[in-house]
């Protein structure tokens, strides 16, 4: 077994048992500039802010879950609903004798650690989603909008996707965001850039597969149909109600085969609701009942209130409905209250048929994070990945120089025992990709924490305001950006003791963005390293310096090493941009972990 196995293995339990810090971050520590007082700092032990994980639900029984299905249906029946129809799959299963605590626990423990010990080399993926060639921002074109969307005076060109729609089909993820289609993945962690006409057809767009074909389309764009998901597409023309009259309004639309070859439409934003309707399956622009509303905006639901505090009982804006059917129960789910807000989730509404009577599910939101790098997980999909695993991509935030400036992530989900979607929430750590974990409910993470968060740190310079530290505090809205006139600009960071690392995750920002005047976006080139001394000799980690590829977010794997300070060396970046640093986070585990004490006696296990 090689060493990020054996480690990743060793501290998942810890790690997975470690509780989420839902407050607000401890402010970072700045160092004073002189050198004198900097090598004093460097040998105070740092804050480690790392976020952990929430406790393990109860794993899920079949049975539980098929009585939890049954009760909806009873549920839906006694709410005046029409009769629920018979499922088989909702009868209910004879439950498994109970298993001694102890051996169920050692049982959950040999499963658990060889789910790592089959992954050779041990992959995985993290969040934000590293999309090669991120999209210019929509609201960039002309700058018309409402001067209230924009977040910083000057109107500033940004870089955004967001809304995403997924389809795994043939063993890739096939993935269409607002603002630049499209994106596939075969092996589940990394991605390639598929530009497509119509390139941009609106924000929201939807993507299924109907009687061999494609269908795509966005807010209050045409219908396209293609062979294959990447096309080539034909334009079909907008949807029509009934009587032959143009639709209007279909503001994030979803399309959704059903088994039986009917096809239905949804669609809606704020008020008056969330809209559905059944298609012509044979002229899927025609609608063939008339829009109704399945569901409105209820103050009752804190989550639906809009304000970092859900405050606002008057303002709200249910969007992005997406269903997805699973032992014959419909989920019909939505995002809210707002996505400039770190309230922003995800929750669902649950129905025996496809144009409801729908009710909320008992747990709402099923998929929401207020605080971390990755917070308010909104408008987003529910799709069936690997194995049935079933994987929910997700609109994250940033809101710096406008509200609809986004990242995307993804996680797994899962029905749980009472029939309810289920999720550990937005994550920010490696995680164990798509068909590599059957049982998500015991957690995804892969074992690897970050040491880097509130490190102390130097670098070669700082523009006014932009200090180093900020490269290292967890936060998306702010950066470390060097001084003009940094050739090399380098960020060195003293871990303050020893630490096996395998991963890095490194976002920038476009300072200087102008598509207008031509300065625009493109590779930055860098050298990651680490050196087990103030000096070093450095090893080399990860080397990008010949990097040809546009990564606004990476996250990179690499050889375990031991490290107790790590450097990155900007080499290069675009004309007319100045580099600027987001987020510098690598991961790994303690060298003091039992296990890799036990490592360091006995050698890598086999």
């Known amino acids: 077994m090689d060493r990020v196995a054996h480690h990743l293995h060793a501290g998942c339990a810890a790690a997975a048992l470690s509780p989420r810090r839902t407050g607000p971050a401890r402010p970072a ?269 209820d103050p009752a639901h804190p989550w639906e209130r809009s304000g970092d505090w859900n405050e606002d009982w008057d303002m709200n804006f249910n969007e992005g409905a997406w269903m997805f059917k699973r032992g014959g129960v419909y989920y019909l789910t939505y995002a809210g209250p707002g996505t400039q807000w770190t309230t922003y989730c995800m929750a669902a509404y649950v129905s025996d048929g496809p144009l409801g009577p729908f009710l909320p599910q008992r747990k709402n939101p099923f998929l929401a994070t207020r605080h971390g790098l990755v917070n308010a997980p909104g408008h987003g999909c529910v799709v069936e990945g690997p194995g049935g695993s079933l994987w929910a991509f997700y609109t994250c935030l940033v809101n710096v120089n406008h509200m609809f400036e986004r990242r995307i992530g993804m996680d797994p989900v899962w029905i749980d025992q009472d029939g309810d979607l289920a999720s550990h929430g937005a994550s920010e750590l490696p995680g164990l990709l798509p068909g590599a974990n059957a049982e998500p409910w015991k957690g995804n993470h892969a074992g690897l924490l970050p040491v880097t968060i509130n490190r102390n740190c130097r670098a070669s310079s700082e523009a006014p305001g932009r200090d180093a530290f900020y490269a290292l505090d967890n936060s998306m809205r702010t950066w470390w950006q060097p001084a003009e006139g940094d050739p090399e600009p380098c960020l060195e960071i003293n871990l303050q003791r020893n630490f096996s690392v395998s991963c890095a995750r490194i976002i920038w920002t476009d300072e200087g963005l102008d598509y207008d005047r031509g300065v625009l976006p493109g590779p930055v080139r860098y050298v990651l390293e680490a050196a087990l001394a103030e000096g070093g000799p450095w090893t080399p980690l990860c080397d990008r310096s010949a990097s040809q590829q546009d990564m606004l977010i990476d996250y990179v794997e690499f050889a375990p090493a031991t490290a107790r300070r790590l450097r990155l060396r900007i080499l290069g970046w675009p004309a007319g941009l100045r580099p600027a640093l987001v987020s510098l986070t690598v991961f790994g585990i303690s060298t003091a972990h039992p296990a890799m004490r036990r490592e360091a006696q006995t050698g890598p296990s086999t």
């Open 29 to 297: 520590r700045r160092l004073s500039r002189s050198p004198g007082a900097r090598d004093r700092a460097d040998l105070r032990s740092g804050g480690c802010g790392g976020a952990g994980h929430p406790r393990r639900p109860r794993m899920p029984d079949p049975a539980d879950h098929a009585r939890g299905r049954r009760a909806l249906s009873d549920r839906l029946h006694r709410r005046g609903g029409r009769r629920a129809r018979r499922h088989p799959e909702l009868r209910l299963r004879p439950r498994r004798a109970r298993r001694h605590p102890a051996r169920a626990g050692r049982r959950r423990r040999a499963l658990h650690g060889a789910r790592h010990r089959d992954q050779d080399p041990m992959k995985t993926y993290c969040n934000p989603l590293p999309l090669p060639d991120y999209p210019r921002g929509m609201s960039t074109y002309g700058k018309e909008q409402d001067t209230s969307w924009w977040r910083r005076s000057g109107r500033r060109d940004f870089r955004e996707t967001a809304d995403p729609s997924v389809l795994y089909h043939d063993g890739a993820w096939y993935l269409y965001p607002s603002c630049g289609i499209a994106y596939v993945s075969t092996d589940f962690a990394t991605w390639t850039h598929h530009p497509i006409e119509p390139r941009n057809p609106g924000y929201a767009p939807t993507i299924a597969k109907h009687r061999g074909a494609f269908l795509l389309t966005a807010c209050n764009s045409p219908l396209w149909r293609a062979p294959h998901p990447l096309g080539p597409f034909e334009r079909l023309g907008g949807f029509r109600k009934p009587d032959g009259s143009r639709l209007e309004g279909w503001l994030d639309p979803m399309i959704f085969p059903d088994e039986d070859g009917r096809l239905y439409l949804y669609w809606g934003i704020s008020a008056p609701g969330i809209f559905g309707a059944e298609l012509d399956p044979e002229d899927p622009t025609q609608l063939i009942t008339e829009p109704k509303i399945l569901f409105s905006h």
